[in-house]
């Protein structure tokens, strides 16, 4: 008996073990990327059903047993070696006979695209597909994992010449604010009729396929961890490169790329307008212009109030100078006078002090430093070059809430939060911000909140049905809740009904008695400032000539003598064009450099009481720190800067005035004008298809034609609604070039003689 039994060890140590958990082997070190990877699948008839997957670290593999949903890794498999052959040779056009890039600058962003580093791709059928929604939430979740990751979408085996599959792509950018290049390609190299798949890769070799749209994403952060470290090898200093390349997952803000694909629309007012809420007893509504990063206070008759939010950021502060990435829905605390706003894109929760007027993060809770408030740090963080350390928080509470869009109140005063995907739900403590519970699943949520979300449904089906069809985004719903991903779409408002229209880029009313839908019509748009897209930094603005060959509608120059000069500025209006409103001073930004000094508000006062764009804020804010004196030494001058604006003779005059001294100077003047096409009640009837090529071209004065276009057009007849009613904005660049030689001398050869000037500048409006 001894004997057999130790014949038994000696055979057993020949034998590989299968034991339940983890199993460690010693082996050699991984000498391939996909060898790292591979999937090993278990020939036991014991362990019918189960999965392992093998992890390499260090010499040792780990083959872990799960009966969770399958997580697929393929051999690297000739239809994916031409995948990724293909797209490598595409990496130097934007457009070639079997394929077109969407999302992309041009061939030479060196930024998008990096040939020798660490590619992610998420690839198939991008479109017509239900899944979509999750992976494309784990895609740019990594995305702000690791910023320095080259990511691409890729959808195969669709005609590129098809201008509808096109336009839902650039749909489907737009609606998922996607900043990563989409690949378009006529073929289908995958073979996926209704699915897509992750590809991880490096050098365009050896590549690793993840089939399973539940995949855990710590195992593709796994993934990336070890190719970065064996790029890097294992020493200390690949580790601090591997920090490097996780960062704060807020400091991505400082960079913030956005969408170009759908930039055609960015000049619409609004720009995916995804949520409203109302506070019904102050007469106000918020709107989440999603797109344009800001919140949009008015009343009920469309007047514009107030906005919230400057540019895409992450920044706490004034309503001006606060930053937002794409906030979601909102909720109004009537007894704190709160505005809770989902931050989507920073996966955070905002809360506005609506009396203060000041923005604030309640979630995730960030340790904010104030005792480095040195000028140096002042400059550098307005300038976007700050490290935002002050920012930063856990990485787990980094993660913990993915991309959250819908929210609630619940009766015990909790924040109800639910991601997109219908997915997550959180709830969190409102008083501190803390995260109480999360749960996981759609048939769980409903059993928490369905009473609000059946609420919110009940609203829904209110709205005519034909509309209602329209926005309905089914890869966005979970199956039997079809208008689930309009939940926050929709609010009541005294005796109608306000919804968001994201397909006609406007806010709808219905009202609740007659069952009238109408347009809310916006008015005074100088409340919101002059865009920040359209605005050059600071080191462009004082190049020769306008960034990138960006358009410029008029420059130039004049020979002046030095001293006091007035400028007025007439812009003609196309016939077929009306200026919505009498242009207001807070929809004009303006620069002087060189030898002219800036140029003041009305009557001599630096500023005016009216709002201002925060470029031009920013601007003024930088000169008066770098320029200021002691008020004991300030010389008040006699010649004054004024601005005026007019509208008058279908024309818009501009005025104001600058000093200059000997040299040369220049005048930058920026106006946002907001316009709509004219109806003409005796012409005759004219298609949408033109009207929506006429915006098109107003909206893309260079002429640029091509995909951007026509996605444009094909977006703007989505909609059901006269596109005569779409409100548009146009912004104007003239630069004004002035050469001063010296100051005249008087008889007596010693004193110099101040002169004032006028000038007048016309521009017809080019679109």
């Given at each position: 008996?001894?004997?057999?039994?130790?014949?038994?060890?000696?055979?057993?140590?020949?034998?590989?073990?299968?034991?339940?958990?983890?199993?460690?082997?010693?082996?050699?070190?991984?000498?391939?990327?996909?060898?790292?990877?591979?999937t090993?699948?278990?020939?036991?008839?014991?362990?019918?059903?189960?999965?392992?997957?093998?992890?390499?670290?260090?010499?040792?593999?780990?083959?872990?047993?799960?009966?969770i949903?399958?997580?697929?890794?393929?051999?690297n498999?000739?239809?994916?070696?031409d995948?990724?052959?293909?797209?490598?040779?595409?990496?130097?056009?934007?457009?070639?006979?079997?394929?077109?890039?969407?999302?992309?600058?041009?061939?030479?962003?060196?930024?998008?695209?990096?040939?020798?580093?660490?590619?992610?791709?998420?690839?198939?059928?991008?479109?017509?597909?239900?899944?979509?929604?999750?992976?494309?939430?784990?895609?740019?979740?990594?995305?702000?994992?690791?910023?320095?990751?080259c990511?691409?979408?890729?959808?195969c085996g669709?005609?590129?010449?098809?201008?509808?599959?096109?336009?839902?792509?650039?749909?489907?950018?737009?609606?998922?604010?996607?900043?990563?290049?989409?690949?378009?390609?006529?073929?289908?190299?995958?073979?996926m009729?209704?699915?897509?798949?992750y590809?991880?890769?490096?050098?365009?070799?050896?590549?690793?396929?993840y089939?399973?749209?539940d995949?855990?994403?710590?195992?593709?952060?796994?993934?990336?961890?070890?190719?970065?470290?064996?790029?890097?090898?294992?020493?200390?200093?690949?580790?601090s490169?591997?920090?490097?390349?996780?960062?704060?997952?807020?400091?991505?803000?400082?960079?913030?790329?956005?969408?170009?694909?759908?930039?055609?629309?960015?000049?619409?007012?609004?720009?995916?307008?995804?949520?409203?809420?109302?506070?019904?007893?102050?007469?106000?509504?918020?709107?989440?212009?999603?797109?344009?990063?800001?919140?949009?206070?008015?009343?009920?008759?469309?007047?514009?109030?107030?906005?919230?939010?400057?540019?895409?950021?992450?920044?706490d502060?004034?309503?001006?100078?606060?930053?937002?990435?794409?906030?979601?829905?909102?909720f109004y605390?009537n007894?704190e006078?709160?505005?809770?706003?989902?931050?989507?894109?920073?996966?955070?929760?905002?809360?506005?002090?609506?009396?203060?007027?000041?923005?604030?993060?309640?979630?995730?809770?960030?340790?904010?430093?104030?005792?480095?408030s040195s000028?140096?740090?002042w400059?550098?963080?307005?300038?976007?070059?700050?490290?935002?350390?002050?920012?930063?928080?856990k990485?787990f509470?980094?993660?913990?809430l993915?991309?959250?869009?819908?929210?609630?109140?619940s009766?015990?005063?909790?924040?109800?939060?639910?991601?997109?995907?219908?997915?997550?739900?959180?709830?969190?403590?409102?008083?501190?911000?803390k995260?109480?519970?999360?749960?996981?699943?759609?048939?769980?949520i409903l059993?928490?909140?369905?009473?609000?979300?059946?609420?919110?449904?009940?609203?829904?089906?209110q709205?005519?049905?034909d509309?209602?069809?329209?926005?309905?985004?089914?890869?966005?719903?979970?199956?039997?809740?079809?208008?689930?991903?309009?939940?926050?779409s929709?609010?009541?408002?005294?005796?109608?009904?306000?919804?968001?229209?994201?397909?006609a880029?406007?806010?709808?009313k219905?009202?609740?008695?007659?069952?009238?839908?109408?347009?809310?019509?916006?008015?005074?748009?100088?409340?919101?400032?002059?865009?920040?897209?359209?605005?050059f930094?600071?080191?462009?603005?004082?190049s020769?000539?306008?960034?990138?060959?960006?358009?410029m509608?008029?420059?130039?120059?004049?020979?002046?003598?030095?001293?006091?000069?007035?400028?007025?500025?007439?812009?003609d209006?196309?016939?077929?064009?009306?200026?919505?409103e009498?242009?207001?001073e807070?929809?004009?930004?303006?620069?002087?450099?060189?030898?002219?000094?800036?140029i003041?508000?009305?009557?001599?006062?630096?500023?005016?009481?009216e709002?201002?764009?925060?470029?031009?804020?920013?601007?003024?804010?930088?000169?008066?720190?770098?320029?200021?004196?002691p008020?004991?030494?300030?010389?008040?001058?006699?010649?004054?800067?004024?601005?005026?604006?007019?509208?008058?003779?279908?024309?818009?005059?501009?005025?104001?005035?600058?000093?200059?001294?000997?040299?040369?100077?220049?005048?930058?003047?920026y106006?946002a004008?907001?316009?709509?096409?004219?109806?003409d009640?005796?012409s005759?009837?004219?298609?949408?298809?033109?009207?929506?090529?006429?915006?098109?071209?107003?909206?893309?004065?260079?002429?640029k034609?091509?995909?951007?276009r026509?996605?444009?057009?094909?977006?703007?007849?989505?909609?059901?609604?006269?596109?005569?009613?779409?409100?548009?904005?146009?912004p104007?660049?003239?630069?004004?070039?002035?050469?001063?030689?010296?100051?005249?001398?008087?008889?007596?050869?010693?004193?110099?003689?101040?002169?004032?000037?006028?000038?007048?500048?016309?521009?017809?409006?080019?679109?």
């Amino acid at each position: 008996m001894s004997r057999r039994y130790q014949r038994f060890r000696q055979i057993s140590k020949l034998l590989p073990r299968i034991l339940p958990g983890n199993q460690l082997h010693k082996c050699r070190k991984a000498t391939s990327i996909h060898s790292a990877f591979s999937t090993i699948s278990v020939p036991n008839s014991d362990y019918d059903g189960m999965r392992s997957t093998l992890i390499l670290h260090r010499g040792f593999y780990s083959q872990r047993y799960s009966t969770i949903s399958e997580v697929s890794h393929e051999s690297n498999s000739p239809p994916v070696d031409d995948v990724l052959s293909f797209i490598k040779s595409t990496f130097n056009e934007l457009q070639g006979p079997n394929h077109c890039w969407l999302n992309k600058v041009d061939h030479r962003d060196k930024d998008c695209l990096n040939k020798d580093g660490i590619f992610l791709l998420i690839a198939g059928q991008l479109i017509n597909n239900s899944q979509i929604v999750f992976m494309i939430e784990k895609i740019k979740s990594i995305q702000q994992r690791f910023p320095q990751l080259c990511i691409v979408g890729f959808h195969c085996g669709s005609s590129i010449g098809s201008a509808d599959d096109r336009t839902r792509l650039v749909e489907l950018i737009m609606k998922e604010f996607l900043t990563f290049p989409v690949l378009l390609s006529s073929k289908n190299f995958l073979q996926m009729e209704n699915g897509a798949c992750y590809i991880l890769f490096k050098d365009f070799k050896n590549s690793v396929i993840y089939h399973d749209r539940d995949l855990d994403i710590e195992i593709l952060n796994k993934a990336i961890e070890e190719l970065h470290m064996q790029q890097n090898g294992y020493t200390n200093s690949g580790i601090s490169n591997l920090r490097d390349l996780k960062s704060s997952w807020v400091k991505q803000a400082e960079v913030t790329k956005e969408p170009c694909s759908s930039s055609f629309l960015q000049n619409l007012v609004l720009y995916f307008p995804g949520c409203v809420s109302a506070d019904e007893s102050g007469d106000r509504l918020f709107l989440s212009d999603s797109n344009h990063h800001r919140i949009i206070i008015f009343d009920g008759n469309g007047k514009i109030m107030d906005s919230i939010g400057s540019c895409p950021g992450f920044e706490d502060g004034e309503f001006e100078s606060a930053k937002l990435l794409r906030p979601a829905a909102s909720f109004y605390h009537n007894a704190e006078d709160c505005l809770y706003i989902v931050d989507a894109e920073n996966q955070a929760i905002r809360r506005a002090d609506m009396e203060r007027r000041v923005l604030e993060t309640l979630y995730p809770t960030c340790s904010i430093s104030k005792n480095n408030s040195s000028v140096w740090t002042w400059i550098v963080n307005k300038m976007g070059f700050g490290r935002n350390s002050d920012m930063k928080s856990k990485e787990f509470d980094s993660q913990l809430l993915m991309f959250p869009w819908h929210l609630f109140k619940s009766v015990d005063d909790s924040l109800l939060i639910i991601n997109r995907s219908f997915e997550s739900l959180w709830i969190m403590d409102l008083a501190s911000g803390k995260i109480k519970e999360i749960i996981r699943g759609f048939p769980k949520i409903l059993e928490t909140c369905g009473q609000l979300i059946t609420e919110k449904v009940s609203l829904l089906k209110q709205m005519p049905n034909d509309w209602l069809q329209q926005q309905i985004d089914a890869s966005c719903s979970p199956e039997g809740l079809p208008f689930a991903s309009l939940l926050s779409s929709v609010t009541t408002f005294q005796n109608h009904l306000i919804m968001c229209d994201t397909v006609a880029q406007r806010v709808v009313k219905l009202n609740r008695e007659s069952g009238i839908c109408s347009n809310i019509q916006f008015s005074n748009f100088g409340i919101l400032g002059f865009p920040y897209w359209s605005s050059f930094p600071l080191e462009r603005v004082c190049s020769e000539a306008p960034p990138d060959g960006g358009w410029m509608d008029h420059l130039q120059s004049f020979s002046l003598l030095p001293g006091r000069i007035d400028i007025r500025l007439n812009v003609d209006i196309p016939v077929d064009v009306d200026l919505v409103e009498p242009l207001q001073e807070g929809c004009i930004w303006r620069q002087a450099r060189g030898a002219a000094t800036e140029i003041l508000g009305r009557e001599g006062v630096v500023g005016t009481s009216e709002k201002v764009g925060v470029a031009q804020q920013w601007y003024d804010d930088l000169d008066n720190l770098a320029f200021s004196t002691p008020e004991s030494e300030m010389v008040k001058e006699d010649s004054c800067a004024s601005s005026d604006v007019k509208s008058e003779d279908k024309r818009v005059h501009i005025d104001c005035s600058v000093n200059t001294s000997p040299g040369t100077s220049e005048v930058i003047i920026y106006v946002a004008l907001y316009l709509k096409l004219r109806r003409d009640p005796d012409s005759q009837e004219v298609s949408q298809e033109k009207y929506a090529a006429r915006i098109a071209d107003i909206l893309n004065p260079a002429r640029k034609g091509g995909i951007g276009r026509d996605s444009c057009i094909q977006l703007l007849l989505k909609s059901n609604a006269d596109l005569r009613d779409l409100i548009f904005m146009r912004p104007l660049h003239v630069r004004i070039k002035m050469d001063c030689p010296d100051h005249p001398k008087s008889e007596n050869g010693k004193d110099i003689i101040l002169t004032n000037d006028s000038i007048e500048v016309n521009v017809m409006l080019q679109t």
